[in-house]
Nanobody
Framework: QVQLVEFGGGLVQAGGSLRLSCAAS????????MGWFRQTPGQEREFVAA????????NYADSVKGRFTISKDNAKNTVYLQMNSLKPEDTAVYYC?????????????????WGQGTQVTVSS
């Protein structure tokens, strides 16, 4: 069993930066992968980024590539999402997720564990 606790989020002006953190408890060996998704009211949950804990392979949605960076600290079982050059359209609830597979990491159904979500609001 894995539990995820998210930190960060908040209100920022367009062009600003925020960093989200997600700490995982439980086993993180093998094909353990953590990702970030986001969701706005009435919309489907959208993939943002993912990283594998073993090799550190990253995967990004086109909409955030070049602006967001996902990283990890294996010693702390924590993944980070550094968000720069934020836009109003980045406003959403951001969810941390975890899975024991490196396949299909852009799909929410591939993840077994989810954090509680944290609100990110970007004002114009």
């Amino acid at each position: 069993q894995v539990q995820l606790v998210e930190f960060g989020g908040g209100l920022v002006q367009a062009g600003g930066s925020l960093r989200l953190s997600c700490a995982a408890s439980g086993r993180t060996a093998g094909s353990f992968t953590m990702g970030w998704f986001r969701q706005t009211p009435g919309q489907e949950r959208e993939f943002v980024a993912a990283i594998t804990f073993s090799l550190g392979r990253t995967n990004y949605a086109d909409s955030v590539k070049g602006r967001f960076t996902i990283s990890k600290d294996n010693a702390k079982n924590t993944v980070y999402l550094q968000m720069n050059s934020l836009k109003p359209e980045d406003t959403a609830v951001y969810y941390c997720a975890a899975t024991y597979t490196t396949l299909g990491v852009r799909v929410g159904a591939s993840y077994d564990y989810w954090g509680q979500g944290t609100q990110v609001t970007v004002s114009s």
